[in-house]
């Protein structure tokens, strides 16, 4: 996300920023949550999807000599792909605990690591002639780390509300609209991931040095 920044010398990038040990802790979970998410939706979309695997389970069962029909090769190649689903639940519990466990590092941060406080200097920055667009590339940075809050919320909560939707008593027509939202929020936050990465290697290679150890090492040295 900080690819069209061209740093100075005597300027240190506002993309190189001091990070609490338990910022870069969150995030590392998280990315790897995600990433485990994005797995097991690959894997149910692909080799384990049902339907596709029909045949392979009638071919291998005729071969041991048994004979089933197309609804019970389903039900067999079906219960493989919900065990995968049982552990893309799990990611999401653990992505609804880091969700809540953000909103609790924000309010302990240092105020000058806080999302309010950034996005308030960088809207004050900005002002700057010298460094307008520096600053204005970082804002737009900072606010696209909001929209993608928004989405993990949104995928959080449809989520836990398909989980536990015939629990709480939701409709077939309620639970299905939330699974819409849940795959649209899902893929939107795919999109930013990659979106993400690509920006800071783009970053990295154009000369701000630090975005990725920042998040290992907390660039506290810098400060």
Known sequence: MASQISSSPSVKSPFIQSHSAALRIWHWLTFLFISGSIITVALNSTLLSPRDNVKLVQEQLQKKGVTVTEEQAFAVSHEYEEKVWDVHKLLGYGLAFLFLARIVIEFTQPNDEKVRSRIKRAIELKKDPENKAEYAHYLRVRLSYALFFLLLLCMVLTGLGMAFGRNL?????????????????????YIFIVVHLAGVIIAENRGIKGIVSGMINGNKHEH
């Open 169 to 189: 008593g939701f409709t077939r027509e309620v639970r299905g609209v939330l699974h819409n939202l849940h795959e649209i929020a899902q893929y939107l936050i």
